[in-house]
């Protein structure tokens, strides 16, 4: 990455001297040296105002006292950094495996205690860290400037994580953000289809990226897989299986609420159902003693007879739901389906069907004409019932659903609201 020309940068315009390109500016007073190949010669204005790991460590009495002869030879150097390993750093919590440790400068701008062996290796033939390549970026995207990633999510996802080790590390999240959520974003169906697979893998490095987009995706996801084994949790979910990746407690406590409240949503729904009947039964009483026709008489005894053949067929599929010593793994998303869909020539979510109309006339004989008008009344039902479970079959996720493969079978209609996205 190179810039000579004069650039807008954060915190205003930034002029390059004659020679001078990222990451060596003529007039840096800060070198970060990662290794002999990458050397950044950096602004300590930028990196303060951009970085609190930087505003912590460029302190003005921590800075070199260089003399005369120094900085009338153009020395302008007066803080250095160098990439050193933290496995043996006790207190080191970083998701790298390095610290930049500040080395001190003598009057001249020499180092005083540099690492020792610290070559001047190019990286040539030598396979790189690829946290060497984050903090390239990490730093680039300080002073503004474009970072370009691939257009495949599993390309930029392994070097996407790497710079967001290194913008905790340094504590600049906010410098890189854009750049990966721009470049991840840009996958759209793939991204989706992949927080879907692994929801709980995704609301962590969301919470990282501070990215409520994603983090919005992998609540619904999550909360809707919640009970599936192996998806959420190691194993079942029977109170001892762990997530299959660490998640802050904040976040583990909002994907279990909403998980309880979806299932509590779909169980009160169902329950409402076995409390329906059909509109034209009900009958006003208005004392005028008007009769009730024979055709009206005949409709509303089909209807009783529909509604008693569907309370039935519903109690014995809802007792596996709203009985069940644990939650069921897709919260009764299979029979809400059938619900929904069962009415309008979806293949596979039929329930009550011809073959089970001729059973029910087996032992309550009808003429086909009073079968026909006992198809009729059990039309008005799932239409009807159809309308009541609808709003749990809602798609609040951005994953296109007719190009999922295979088809999701969980609920997605628990999405978070304003206050659930605790990161700053």
């Not at 040296?33 to 921590?62: C, M, N, P, T």
């Not at 406590?253 to 909403?258: I, N």
């Not at 008008?373 to 059990?378: C, N």
Request: one cysteine or more.
């Amino acid at each position: 990455m190179s810039r000579l020309e004069p650039f807008m940068g954060p915190y205003g315009l930034v002029e390059l001297e004659e020679g001078a390109a990222f990451p060596h500016f003529n007039d840096g007073d800060v070198l970060v040296v990662i290794s002999g190949a990458r050397q950044y010669k950096l602004h300590s204005s930028l990196l303060r105002g951009s970085s609190i790991f930087f505003r912590i460590h460029l302190r003005d009495e921590w800075a070199a006292k260089l003399c005369t002869w120094a900085t009338d030879r153009g020395v302008t150097t007066r803080y250095r950094f160098e990439l050193r390993d933290s496995e043996d750093d006790p207190v080191s919590d970083s998701e790298i495996p390095y610290k930049l440790q500040m080395t001190g400068l003598d009057e001249m701008g020499r180092p005083i205690n540099a690492l020792v062996g610290f070559g001047l290796d190019l990286e040539n033939g030598v396979a790189i860290d690829p946290h060497y390549e984050a903090f390239d970026i990490v730093l680039a995207a300080i002073y503004s400037m474009p970072i370009r990633f691939s257009s495949q999510l599993p390309d930029i996802l392994p070097i996407a994580i790497k710079v967001v080790d290194v913008a905790e590390y340094l504590n600049c999240i906010e410098v890189v953000k854009s750049h990966i959520e721009a470049a991840i974003l840009a996958t759209t169906q793939t991204l989706y289809q992949s927080i879907a697979n692994k929801p709980v893998e995704w609301l962590k490095f969301a919470v990282r990226m501070k990215s409520r987009v994603i983090y919005r995706e992998g609540l619904i996801h999550g909360v809707g897989q919640f009970y599936i084994p192996g998806v959420v949790f190691n194993n079942a979910h029977n109170g001892d299986g762990g997530f299959v990746a660490h998640l802050d407690a904040t976040t583990a406590e909002q994907l279990t609420y909403k998980a309880e409240r979806a299932k509590y949503h779909v169980i009160t729904t169902l329950k409402k159902l076995l409390s329906y009947y059909q509109d034209h039964l009900f009958k006003v009483n208005d004392g005028d003693g008007e009769s009730i026709s024979k055709g009206r008489y005949s409709s509303d005894i089909f209807g009783w007879m529909a509604l008693t053949l569907f309370r039935q067929w519903l109690t014995t599929n809802i007792s596996a739901i709203t009985e069940a010593s644990k939650p069921i793994p897709d919260m009764g998303f299979e029979l809400c389906s059938r619900l929904a869909y069962g009415n309008r020539g979806y293949a596979g979510y039929g329930y009550l069907d011809t073959a089970a109309i001729n059973e029910f006339n087996k032992d309550f004989p009808m003429s086909n004409k009073g079968i026909a008008a006992f198809r009729d009344q059990l039309d008005i039902i799932k239409d009807d019932v159809a309308g009541i479970v609808s709003h749990l079959m809602i798609n609040e996720s951005n994953v296109n659903l007719s190009l999922v493969r295979p088809e999701i079978k969980y609920f997605l209609f628990e999405s978070p609201h304003e206050l659930d996205y605790h990161f700053a």
